[in-house]
Every structure is written in structure tokens, then in C-alpha cells.
């Protein structure tokens, strides 16, 4: 199969521009022939802000390559992970005016929210799923901190809504996870036309043993990450479960000066990822105390991988990721005490742990490897490819896909 990959990097790299790279690199150990068509957001310095605001709604210099790239390539499916903002929604009229189909992978919330998270001022943020224009985004400058940048997403959204790209210029979508798939389905996109396939590892580290006696946090430092709610769980459990944290970001002088306080807590600072693998196969538990929804968090995959159990916040992603006392457990998200009895309880029931263990490693073999990832985007691939004559829905494997109308 010739595969045509689109993307828009970022300035910083990150999980969407791994996923890219990662899927390219699956793709072609299994013999396809990948080509890729991409845009760097560096590109975006010293642009006047009135042209950048017009290719991200539309770049005519966008469709007008691709399409010269679909014409000489002939791809059999073009496969979209961001066109944020140079790339720009043209990318997908230049496929379908080529007679190519296409799939989008939904990475972020953007299509709903110009700050694609669903998140400000430190709390779930839903004003702009119902809304035709999101208006509240732009009150609140949700994008970059900026009213007039939030307001050029809010009008390319709606644009687009009202041009029909969303339910006429896209074959199939990939949601992340079942919540993030009902989540754009209530936003109005059909429910038939998205499917759910998780985020993945190239490379399986092998299980772990868990005998560190310890628990372990990965992730940004930062509000949304729970922090507090973190720190606040190891008052009451310190020094008798030993925490080590990794990672670094805007709130690290709070985590250094808690750290201090905290007996038998460590701050490690970033770590390489040979490292923090390393670290999770001897963790006795991974902690992520979120506030807000996570698209497919990596750390939740690795730490499947290792045999590690996680606690998370009973919130977006993670209330489909995972498993209730199965693959870990929940606590109320933001609650410390819920949390410190979560830890305590699990590691109080050696046989629930073990099991948890090895439910954990079952769960990213059959869900999270590369070998079936492959096979889900082969599944969804071929359907749009070959669409069924008679319009009926088809299941695609990891999905359960509801019949439904094309919403707007």
C-alpha cells in the first residue's frame, strides 16, 4: 500500500509528532511505501500575523502541493495527524479532489475547542463543545494566550463547520480512546465515522519485576498534571511508601521545596527514557493524578508494558485506559486523601497487586503493541479504501461503532 502522511510539527516536539514518526516507521517495516508531506511551525517566524491567519484557514500554496504530490504519487490513502496552522484544512479538499480518501487522527480536542485541551484556569473547561462558534475561547484567549490568535481558530473552526469539511471532506476518524470518541461524537461529528485506536510503543521493554518498594510519578510538572493533589496524598503517606517523581516544567521550585519537606520522596529531575523505563519496571505502582482529560497518555502504555499498575484520576482518557482493579484503580480526581487510601489499600493486597500486574502486561499486548496497532490501521485503512457498497456500518477492531447520521 502507498500511504501519503500529513502533519504540521510543532516548534516543540512532542507526543503528536512521535506518533507521526511512529506510525511512518510501523508502516514501513511492514512494507508500504510511505511518503510524507509535512510543515514546521518554525516557518512561522517573521510571517505578518494577517497571513498566518489566513493560511490557517485556508492555504491555497497547501492544497496546491499536495495535490501536486497526490497527482505524480497516486497514494491509496492519505492519513492526516495535524494541520495546525500552516498545513490548514485545504490539505483535505486537495485529497478528496483527487479522489483520495482520507483519515484524521484526533490527537487533541481541537476541532471543539481552540485551546484543544479543554482546559483553563486550572479546571475542565466544556464552553465551547456546543457552541457553532466558539466564542468563550476567544473571550478567554485560549489559544497562546491570545485573544486575536484564539479568535483565528474560532473562525477556521467555524468556517469549516459551515463548509462541511468535518463531515464531508473526511472518510474516518481516529479517536484516541472510547471517552475521546463520545466526547466528539457529543460535539456533533458522526458516530460512524470514528473509530478508536490507541497511541502504541515501537519497542516492547519486557515486564518488570516491581520490587523497588516504591511508587512512581512521570510527567510535566505542571498544574494540570495534579502536583498538588500528589504532594498533598504523600503528607499522609510519608515516609512510609517512598515516592520518586521525574520530570521537570513550570512548577518545579514548588515540587523541589515539598520535596524537602517530604521524607522518603525524591524529585529526580528529567530522566532519559532508557532510564525511566528502567525506573517503572521496579515501581510497585504509576501514579497520574491529572485535572485534566490526557489524550493517550504514553506513561499509561509503558507502564502497561513493564507489568506496572496505574493510579489515575477518574477522569477523561483514563476512565477508558483503564481497568478498575484490574489494570489499576481510580481516585476522585483532586481528592488527596482518596488518593493516599487508593495507594494504601493496593499495596496492602499483595495477591490484588500481582494480578494487577499481570492484567497490566496482558492489557498492552493485546491493545497497545506495535503488531496490533498495525492491524487496527490496516483495519481502517482498508475500510475507507473500500468503503462497503451498501453504506452499512462496519466494525473496526478496538471500536465499537455506533450507527448514527452525519452530524454538522
Known sequence: MKVLLVHNHYKQPGGEDQ????????????????????AHNDAVDGQHQLTLAAKTVWNSESYRALRRLIRKERPEVMHVHNTMPLLSPAVYFA???????????????????????????????????????????VVHACYRDSKAASGVVAAMLAAHRLAHTWTDKVDYYIALTEFARQKFIEGGLAARKIVVKPNFLDDDPGIGRGQGGYVLFVGRLSHEKGLETLLEAWKMLSPRIPLKIVGDGPMASYVAKAVEALEGVEWLGLQPRDRVLAMMKEAALLIIPSMWYEGCPLTIIEAYAVGAPVIASRLGSMSSMIKSRRTGLFFNPGDPEDLARQV?????????????RRSARMEFETQYSAARNYEMLMAIYKRAIEPDRTGSVVHIPAAEVEDAPVGA
Open 95 to 137: 485529497a478528496k479532489d483527487e479522489g483520495v480518501p482520507v483519515i484524521q487522527t484526533l490527537h487533541n480536542y481541537r476541532l471543539l475547542c481552540p485551546g484543544a485541551f479543554f482546559f483553563r484556569d486550572g479546571a475542565v473547561c466544556e464552553r465551547c463543545l456546543h457552541k457553532a462558534v466558539a466564542w468563550p475561547g
Open 19 to 38: 506518533v507521526f514518526a511512529s506510525e511512518a516507521r510501523l508502516l514501513e517495516q511492514h512494507g508500504h511505501r510511505v511518503l510524507r508531506h509535512s
Open 344 to 356: 494504601e489499600w493496593v499495596l496492602m493486597n499483595a495477591e490484588i497487586l500481582a494480578f494487577m
